[in-house]
């Protein structure tokens, strides 16, 4: 997992962020072997929204998790966020294996840290949970902010289901056949969480709120 702090009226980050959404789709658009998402500290989800539009041209294709709304400042201060942007790279054993990937002159520096890490360039997939016309190739989470219940609809050969929080941990891991009347988010924390489910050729990420 790739994680960009930053707030919307950051300098550098306004500077920054451009050369994130590039590495985001020159290494498969959270489909593949990495996961970016981007976490505010300070703003509203509108503020956040209106940084998407003006300095990324809408939505990025990646999460963007605010920190008054969506529960980025709690995040930010679990990590001892102290300056801005910080950009950190985090293994699947959740060992942070970039702790500041700094300076960063344009998107070919991502590329030079996380090849480090045995990570490649691939190009995203052409259908994939960014395309409107995925829906078949998808998965959605309703209700969604939701409090107690959630539903997931997925591809029928879907094998498993990982829930992720704000910070990357697994609070939630069965088999897609053992889910069959939705999943009982009641005892989570308020925020926001990321269903990853797998199939036996990918996996789709999607986010929902606990509130």
Not at 167 to 181: M, S
Not at 189 to 202: A, H
């Amino acid at each position: 997992m790739c994680i960009d702090f930053f707030f919307t009226t950051c300098p550098p980050c306004i500077t920054t962020s451009p050369m994130y959404k590039t590495t985001f789709q020159n290494f498969g658009c959270n489909q593949e072997d990495i996961f970016f998402i981007a976490i505010d500290v300070g703003d509203t989800d509108q503020e956040v929204i209106a940084y998407e539009n003006s300095v990324l041209g809408g939505s990025p294709g990646y999460p963007s998790v605010s920190g008054v709304d969506g529960g980025g400042n709690a995040v930010t201060t679990t990590y001892g966020i102290g300056a801005y942007p910080t950009y950190i790279l985090i293994a699947p054993n959740q060992q942070i294996v970039e702790q500041d990937m700094w300076p960063i002159s344009n998107a070919g520096t991502f590329t030079t840290f996380f090849a480090g890490h045995g990570l490649s360039p691939i190009a995203c997939s052409t259908v994939g949970l960014n395309d409107p016309n995925a829906s078949e190739e998808s998965i959605s989470v309703y209700p969604n902010p939701a409090n107690d219940l959630i539903q997931i609809t997925a591809p029928q050969d879907a094998q498993e289901v990982r829930i992720y929080n704000a910070i990357g941990q697994t609070v939630f891991n069965k088999r897609a056949i053992e889910i069959k009347r939705g999943i009982d988010i009641s005892r989570f924390e308020n925020g926001v969480y990321f269903i990853e489910v797998f199939t036996n050729e990918r996996s789709y990420t999607t986010k929902f709120v606990k509130d």
